[in-house]
């Protein structure tokens, strides 16, 4: 039997919004309830025999068809999205598949051959992104993530869970000391804004010379903490990242730790602002051997809808790579 992603999803958020009303729970947590329910017995108070069949097909679908881990991913994704419309918290958003996957072509590309790799999200949230490209690789992947807020770490454990993927997860600020050693690979969506622990942020090179320091150079400074020599960095950055106020540090830790390979202008119809536009910056962290690319990889990527201008571009990467990072 195929996989409905709609119908799934239906029967899934129908699940969700009974548990939000005889819970008095909030939709986004409504979802770590429900979660659970479909992977263990435990009894919720379910008001009527129809959800408790909903419940029941959930379990079916997502454990005893034994579900690809894509599809049932993009489930959850679609009760995120609904669950942080409107949301105030600025880490209250999710990568959208089409840069997910952009992101998982990108780091194949760049892992080569590689049979195994470690691969970490410093701002994991609910797991949206990593999961993504953990689905989309072939190679065995150890994955890591970090995240703060109680709600979203809850969220990523059980969707981690539900899709069979291994991942551990350090529930804390991310900007404080990892229990992790250096990984292969980093992916992350920066949490754009300012980083409120001066204290804190005073343990950081890129720490800013008055007020508060942005917290998307803090998360780069880390993210390059724990990564490996000559390993690779894959963020999803603010296009204003260059020219803001701070950035002549940040360039300079750049030169001095890193090798820019690539800055892709994410198409600007996908945001509802230019203020709000990213694009994706990948780079390889110095190391033995490493060296900048003759020629540094940037694009204005095209909508991921028109196909053939997308095929053109994916056909230039290609040869880009074929250049500049032949194993």
Do not use: C
């Not at 899934?12 to 979660?35: K, M, P």
């Not at 881990?69 to 995120?80: D, G």
């Not at 539900?162 to 920066?190: K, M, N, W, Y």
């Not at 409120?196 to 800013?208: C, K, T």
């Amino acid at each position: 039997m195929s996989f409905d992603i709609e119908k799934t999803f239906s029967q899934f958020d129908q699940l969700i919004t009974t548990i939000e009303s005889t819970e008095g729970e909030t939709y986004l947590d409504s979802i770590i309830y429900a979660l659970r329910a479909i992977q263990t017995e435990e009894e919720l108070e379910l008001p009527n025999p129809e959800t408790e069949e909903t419940l029941r097909q959930l379990k079916e679908t997502f454990l005893q068809q034994q579900a690809e881990a894509e599809s049932i991913r993009k489930v959850i994704q679609l009760a995120l999205i609904k669950g942080m419309k409107g949301s105030t918290q600025q880490q209250h958003v999710t990568t959208p598949d089409s840069v997910a996957l952009f992101i998982g072509y990108l780091l194949e590309k760049l892992l080569g051959e590689k049979e195994q790799f470690r691969l970490f999200d410093p701002a994991v949230g609910a797991a949206n992104l990593l999961t993504a490209v953990i689905n989309q690789i072939e190679p065995a992947t150890i994955a890591y993530g970090a995240e703060i807020d109680p709600t979203l770490i809850q969220i990523a454990t059980e969707s981690a869970n539900v899709q069979r993927i291994g991942l551990e997860l350090f529930h804390q600020d991310s900007l404080t000391s990892l229990l992790l050693a250096p990984v292969d690979a980093v992916v992350s969506d920066l949490p754009v804004g300012y980083y409120p622990n001066d204290q804190q942020a005073s343990q950081f090179v890129l720490q800013a010379e008055t007020g508060h320091s942005y917290a998307h150079h803090l998360f780069i400074e880390q993210s390059m903490t724990y990564t490996k020599e000559t390993g690779y960095l894959i963020f999803l950055i603010p296009n204003f990242l260059f020219t803001s106020d701070q950035s002549e540090p940040l360039q300079k830790f750049l030169r001095d730790h890193a090798h820019i390979l690539a800055l892709l202008q994410l198409p600007l119809s996908m945001f509802s602002s230019e203020q709000q536009a990213k694009s994706i910056l990948v780079l390889q962290k110095q190391g033995e051997g490493t060296k900048p690319p003759k020629q540094t990889l940037m694009a204005q990527l095209p909508s991921f809808k028109e196909v053939r201008k997308t095929q053109n571009i994916l056909e230039k990467i290609d040869a880009w790579f074929e250049k500049e990072i032949s194993k």
